[in-house]
């Protein structure tokens, strides 16, 4: 497993991402279930520490809306790549909600599908497939970096050169 | 027509290298199969009962001869010498090799073309009125919208992996010739009014396994917000859809499910939150940059008759016949469009040989303001013909055996691959369309039975349109054995309807007699020649159909 944030690989990660049955830690960074988080969150208020949920593909962010402010992680699943449940999610995070902490997709994340991600927002991403893990840290990704519509990345970025609305580039980054 | 900037370019350019290490990791074992699938069909790749298959995106169905003359160019080159019309107005190619497709797109790059977005579960191919930009009866070219909906939908980050696939269509007059009604949205250009352009908007048509008719959710969407309407509606798809069973995932199955209100007014909530922050509202000045490219061609100021195009219909008996139904009143005085049937009596629906793909890109040069477009239908269309041309091009056209005068006849026949080359296919559909032309060769009847639309596909995921069909037939299997249920009624124009299952399944040999008995039936019950096959039908319910179909059982 590697994490890729914000452009490059870290290597520690000071969050714990707990089950549903963990204990909680007394002290220092933890992510919960979100149904875990909603049933706990009265307890968790007084916790002096960052607070962050994990949000399985298909759950939404239904009865998050108020709690969205105080998070610093938002864990998004994609249990295969091919469900894109969580894209949606993603988008609506920062650009619905505004929510400016780590955005991070888990599971089945994949080379191919990089940019999509990020250009919905995500910053983190959890990966485990080693054959994208090689290529990202040998610059091998190869993905069409023009763009026809506007995403959670560069939703009020100026348009490319020529000044059509909705163009956007990521070239120079992922 | 739309035209390539260094953007679009240099986008097309950068999908054909990222496929083309797509393809590298396939070939090299990097990908499985599995991991793989996902990835071709994004790009038109379907592996079918023989060989790949590459599905090339004709963006509502317009062409010009460059560019036909490229696909000529790769039947010869990459396939065997022809090409396959589908019914979402693109070309399929049946006979290609995976290690030679990315070639193939580079090729196509060089023409301003692509197969983005020709499968899997994404924004497909956005289709429309294919007499767009010369019919009588539009009130603007939906071609723009489509053009603003292509681009806006290509590789789109939030909506590349939805629960299915997902297809748009556009229209701009009464008459609907996209069959709007049948596709997860549907639009219809119109004004209020105030004069204001706009749309009327349909949701959850489809055809399938579980054809439903669309449902209206707005009469009147303001023409600046379609993107933000659009990207509502997905977004309510991608989020809700049904993963757990891919027949149960289409847009259609959810509004079903849901109810068209509820799911109104989930669109409407997102459309409200994208519409306040309006990074989709479309600028003025962005709709009128669209707009110039479709802008009309330099039509001549001409004489509404033509003595020559009259001269010649007295003169000979097949341009009369040929007039008679291929050629459709054009906007402007003195021109006509001019339908190309690809349906030669006992020739696989759609297709076209290279040459006469070459053929018609020269005539469509020479006669048509270089355009040509690809029907719903599976036929072509050279749009902006003068009067005084069409004897010459109906000369060219019959050397080469394209002027088969059945447009909208009961050999105009869609049919969909079937058994002959899909996987996904329980009986054959091609040899059924060829033997129902057969039958029905005689033109003097086939003009004596009138409009009659026959679609054929070979399973129930229905790419032959089956339930749109006046006579929709549909193969299956039953116990081995290929057999065809028939289907009366349908409609894919602006009075949809999906047609009703007759009675039993007949046999191969059977359903050619079958399709007979159903005209014969309405020949001899219709109030005259002017009351429609499907006007007959709705005036008299399936029962004498049946009666005539199964009275020996």
Request: glycine share 8%; charged share 25%; net charge negative.
């Amino acid at each position: 497993m590697a994490l890729y944030r914000n452009g490059s690989f870290v290597a520690d990660d000071p969050w714990r991402i707990l089950g549903a049955d963990e204990a909680l830690p007394a002290e220092g960074p933890v992510a919960l279930p979100k149904a875990r988080f909603i049933a706990e969150r009265d307890g968790l208020a007084g916790r002096n520490a960052p607070l962050g949920v994990v949000i399985e593909a298909g759950e939404g962010l239904d009865g998050l809306e108020d709690d969205i402010d105080r998070l610093s992680l938002v864990v998004l699943t994609f249990p295969k790549y091919t469900d894109g449940r969580n894209y949606s999610t993603a988008r609506i995070l920062r650009e619905r909600f505004g929510y400016r902490g780590e955005l991070r997709a888990t599971g089945n994340v994949l080379r191919d599908q990089l940019r999509f991600m990020l250009r919905c927002g995500f910053d983190a991403l959890e990966i485990t497939h080693e054959g994208t893990i090689a290529a990202l840290s040998d610059g091998r990704i190869n993905l069409v970096s023009l763009h026809y519509q506007p995403a959670s990345r560069d939703e009020a970025a100026p348009p490319v050169a020529g000044g059509h609305p909705w163009r956007r580039s990521s070239a120079g980054r992922l | 027509m739309y035209r390539y900037d260094e953007f679009d370019r240099q986008f097309v350019a950068e999908r054909v290298e990222e496929f083309r290490d797509q393809v590298a990791r396939r070939l090299s074992g990097e990908l499985t199969e599995d991991e793989f699938k996902p990835l071709r069909l994004m790009n038109g790749v379907y592996l079918q009962l023989h060989a790949y298959m590459l599905r090339i995106a004709i963006p509502y169905g317009t062409l010009n001869s460059r560019k036909l003359r490229r696909l000529a160019h790769i039947a010869r080159r990459y396939d065997r010498g022809f090409g396959h019309f589908t019914t979402r107005q693109n070309l399929q190619f049946n006979w290609i090799k995976l290690e030679e497709v990315p070639e193939i797109l580079k090729e196509l790059a060089e023409v301003e073309m692509h197969a983005i977005q020709t499968s899997g579960n994404c924004i497909r191919n956005v289709s429309a009125d294919h007499f767009a930009g010369a019919a009588a009866d539009e009130i603007a070219d939906p071609r723009v919208y489509a053009e603003i909906l292509r681009q806006w939908s290509s590789l789109h980050p939030e909506f590349t992996f939805l629960p299915r696939k997902f297809k748009i269509a556009v229209v701009a007059a009464e008459a609907d010739r996209a069959a709007i009604q049948v596709h997860d949205i549907g639009l219809q250009v119109k004004r209020n009014e105030a004069g204001e352009t706009g749309f009327a908007v349909w949701v959850g048509g489809g055809l399938g396994r579980t054809p439903m008719i669309g449902r209206k959710v707005r009469d009147f969407l303001p023409e600046a917000e379609l993107l933000s309407y659009c990207e509502a509606i997905l977004r309510v798809y991608n989020m809700h859809g049904r993963r757990d069973n891919k027949y149960k995932a289409r847009l259609k199955i959810l509004v079903h499910e849901t109810g068209v209100d509820e799911i109104a007014r989930d669109i409407e909530t997102e459309y409200e939150d994208i519409r306040a922050r309006g990074a989709l509202t479309m600028p003025q000045e962005e709709i009128a940059r669209i707009r110039a490219y479709f802008a009309p061609p330099a039509f001549a100021e001409l004489s509404a008759r033509s003595s020559a195009f009259e001269a010649a219909k007295a003169d000979s008996r097949s341009f009369a016949r040929f007039v008679e139904r291929n050629v459709a009143p054009h906007r402007v005085p003195g021109y006509g469009i001019v339908t190309i049937s690809l349906k030669a009596i006992g020739a696989p629906p759609g297709d076209a040989t290279a040459e006469q793909m070459e053929l018609i890109a020269d005539l469509a040069e020479r006669y048509s303001f270089d355009e040509v477009r690809v029907s719903h239908e599976q036929n072509l269309v050279l749009p902006h013909v003068r009067l005084d041309d069409i004897p010459a091009v109906h000369a060219a056209l019959a050397e080469a055996d394209l002027a088969t005068p059945n447009a909208g006849l009961v050999t105009d026949i869609i049919a969909c691959p079937g058994l002959d080359y899909c996987a996904l296919a329980n009986a054959r559909s091609i040899p059924v369309a060829q033997r129902i032309a057969e039958r029905f060769a005689d033109i003097e009847r086939q003009k004596q039975i009138g409009d009659l639309k026959i679609k054929i596909s070979g399973c129930i995921n229905a790419c032959g349109h089956h339930h749109v069909g006046h006579i929709g037939i549909l193969g299956v299997d039953r116990k081995g054995e290929e057999f065809y249920q028939i289907t009366l009624g349908g409609s894919g124009d602006e009075t949809c309807s999906i047609g009703e299952i007759v009675g039993k399944g007949f046999s191969s040999e059977e359903v050619v007699g079958a399709v007979e008995t159903i005209v014969e039936t309405y020949l001899r019950l219709r109030e005259g020649p002017q009351e429609t096959f499907l006007a007959a039908f709705r005036r008299l319910g399936e029962t004498p159909f049946r009666e005539a179909l199964y009275a020996d059982a």
